[in-house]
C-alpha cells in the first residue's frame, strides 16, 4: 500500500498476510528528518543547485489569496502554492 488513507479510514488486512513474510511500515513526510535536512535543502537551493521553481505551480498575493491557494491544493489543480504577504 503505498500513499496516504483518506481522513478518518483505517486499513486492514488478514493475520495471514503478516504470517507470509510481508510487513507493514509507515513514515510520516516520507522520512523526511526536517530538523536535519532542512538546512542542507535551503543551501542547495540557494546555490541553484535544486530548482524548486519547475514545482510551484500558482503564485498568488496577499492574506485574502491564502484560501484560495488551500482551495487550489485540495482540487488537484496545484502541485504547490506560493502566497506572497
Given at each position: 500500500?503505498?500513499?496516504?488513507?483518506?481522513?478518518?479510514?483505517?486499513?486492514?488486512?488478514?493475520?495471514?498476510?503478516?504470517?507470509?513474510?510481508?510487513?507493514?511500515?509507515?513514515?510520516?513526510?516520507?522520512?523526511?528528518?526536517s530538523r536535519?535536512?532542512?538546512?542542507?535543502?535551503?543551501?542547495?537551493?540557494?546555490?541553484?543547485?535544486?530548482?524548486?521553481?519547475?514545482?510551484?505551480?500558482?503564485?498568488?498575493?496577499?492574506?485574502?489569496?491564502?484560501?484560495?491557494?488551500?482551495?487550489?491544493l485540495h482540487?488537484?489543480?496545484?502541485?504547490?502554492?506560493?502566497?506572497?504577504?
Amino acid at each position: 500500500v503505498i500513499g496516504v488513507a483518506a481522513a478518518g479510514k483505517e486499513l486492514s488486512t488478514r493475520p495471514f498476510q503478516l504470517v507470509t513474510g510481508r510487513t507493514w511500515k509507515g513514515t510520516a513526510f516520507g522520512g523526511f528528518k526536517s530538523r536535519d535536512e532542512v538546512p542542507a535543502l535551503v543551501e542547495r537551493v540557494m546555490n541553484n543547485e535544486l530548482p524548486i521553481d519547475a514545482y510551484v505551480t500558482h503564485r498568488m498575493k496577499g492574506v485574502a489569496a491564502t484560501t484560495d491557494a488551500v482551495e487550489a491544493l485540495h482540487s488537484g489543480d496545484c502541485l504547490r502554492a506560493v502566497v506572497s504577504y
